[in-house]
Nanobody
């Protein structure tokens, strides 16, 4: 499975950005769990949001109410709509996929496939 992210960039505080990540590969299917993580300089990679195959979503407390994860299974694409962005949201954002849902969904080691990161910078 290959994951190709799109989006990212520079935005002012309070602004919005939308990230997308398209999956490809013979074994990928819409039952895969898709998630977003991020990693700021000098910090560990942290969970942002997850979309289960049935449409259920979960978010990190730090982004709840501001970010929305969604998916278009016909396009094998997952989106991350980011609103009311803050400087602390500045990070490299990664999409990830897993064949199975885990209760440890915020643990990056639970994911089988990763896209290359895309930089999001929020200026103050």
């Amino acid at each position: 499975v290959q994951l190709q992210p799109f989006g990212g960039g520079l935005v002012q505080t309070g602004g919005s950005l939308r990230l997308s990540c398209t999956a490809s590969g013979r074994i990928y299917n819409s039952n895969y769990v898709m998630a977003w993580f991020r990693q700021a300089p000098g910090k560990e990679r942290e969970f942002v949001a997850i979309s289960r195959s049935g449409g259920n979503t979960l978010y990190a407390d730090s982004v709840k109410g501001r970010f929305t994860i969604s998916r278009d299974n016909a396009k094998n694409t997952v989106y991350l709509q980011m609103n009311s962005l803050k400087p602390e949201d500045t990070a490299v954002y990664y999409c990830a996929a897993s064949r199975y849902y885990s209760r440890d969904y915020s643990d990056a080691t639970r994911y089988d496939y990763w896209g290359q990161g895309t930089q999001v910078t929020v200026s103050s």
